[in-house]
């Protein structure tokens, strides 16, 4: 988290549009107010748009407004959403739902500054900052015809990946403690080691959402000492090559990855684990694994992985 935060702030003064990309509750919103907090514009809106929550027809007038008698029910003018955010930041959540017709109106406001109301004549100036987060890799609907490319370089001048929680282990004690002092009414209760130990390793398909719940929730009947009971049985129970396959599977349905892909990410994994417990001692790892010791140095030259991980 220290690494991405240390990335915004070198682009704080900066202008340039963002694009957060990353799983579901990674903390895509919580570091677009941070953005916009530590930016220039801080003392200037900041507006955000769920756009998978917005009905596709109404999108339009919502982001950039409708002249009086646009339509029937039309009855006055109307301010869009980015009219709105004049002079501060725009957060566009979910861009990856966006509607292609729509796709090509928004590059034209971005590109020309000015907007047009729906059934407006006079341009009308907006000065915003884009911040936009996306679940997917947009590249991907780039190739796949649902994202224009050029959309796509427009709000990707500053991309930032915010990993899944399962790939920064390190970090959960840490949110840990923070969500404990955050929740606990009186003292705030200690944890056992190996409670901790099985929430480090826990696969967190929510993310911190889902940490940030689970502590909550502990914290509503747990009092002195947090133990490996007190956590959900998902949690106790997941063991480490479950959530290897569980991982794997994910790169596997979300098509990112091929066949060969999933296998040799597996396999990875798994050596790296077993290198990890044996410290380094390849015949010791060998054996863990259940294969001979030139199997382990083929796959070791094959993956080009090291001996200490
Ligand atoms: N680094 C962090 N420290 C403390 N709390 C965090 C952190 N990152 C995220 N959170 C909390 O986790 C929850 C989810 O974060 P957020 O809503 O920003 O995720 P998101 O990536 O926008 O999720 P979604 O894609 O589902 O909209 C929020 O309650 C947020 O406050
Ligand atoms: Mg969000």
Request: glycine share 6%; charged share 25%.
């Amino acid at each position: 988290m220290r690494t991405i935060i240390s990335r915004i702030d070198s682009i704080s003064a900066s202008d340039s549009s963002v694009l957060l990309i990353g799983e579901t509750g990674v903390g895509k919103e919580l570091v677009a107010e941070y953005i916009h907090h530590t930016s220039v514009r801080s003392s200037n809106p900041l507006i955000k748009v769920g756009l998978s929550a917005l009905p596709p027809d109404l999108l339009e007038t919502e982001l950039f407004g409708h002249a009086k008698g646009a339509y029937t029910s039309a009855l006055s003018e109307k301010k869009g959403l980015f009219e709105l955010a004049h002079t501060g930041s725009i957060f566009l959540d979910d861009i990856d739902d966006f509607p292609l017709p729509l796709q090509s109106k928004l590059l034209r406001v971005l590109e020309s500054r000015e907007l047009m109301r729906v059934g407006g004549t006079v341009p009308v100036p907006v000065d915003v900052r884009l911040i936009t987060a996306s679940k997917v890799d947009l590249k991907e609907l780039v190739k796949g015809g649902l994202f224009r490319a050029d959309l796509y370089y427009r709000i990707n001048v500053v991309p930032v990946v915010i990993p899944p929680l399962r790939q920064r282990a390190a970090d959960v004690p840490l949110l840990v403690d923070h969500f404990l002092r955050r929740f606990s009414t009186g003292e705030i209760p200690a944890i056992d080691d190996d409670a901790m130990k099985a929430l480090a390793r826990y696969s967190w398909p929510g993310n911190i959402r889902e940490l940030r719940n689970t502590v909550q929730r502990i914290t509503l009947f747990v009092r002195g000492r947090i133990t490996l009971t007190d956590l959900p049985v998902e949690i106790r129970e997941e063991n480490p090559l479950e959530l290897m396959i569980k991982a794997c599977n994910r790169c596997f349905s979300e098509d990112k990855m091929s066949f060969d892909d999933v296998v040799a990410c597996l396999e990875t994994n798994l050596i790296r684990r077993a290198l990890k417990e044996s410290m380094g001692n390849r015949t010791h790892a060998a054996r863990l694994l259940g294969m001979n010791l030139s199997t382990l140095r083929d796959k070791l030259k094959k993956y080009n992985l090291p001996d200490q991980v």
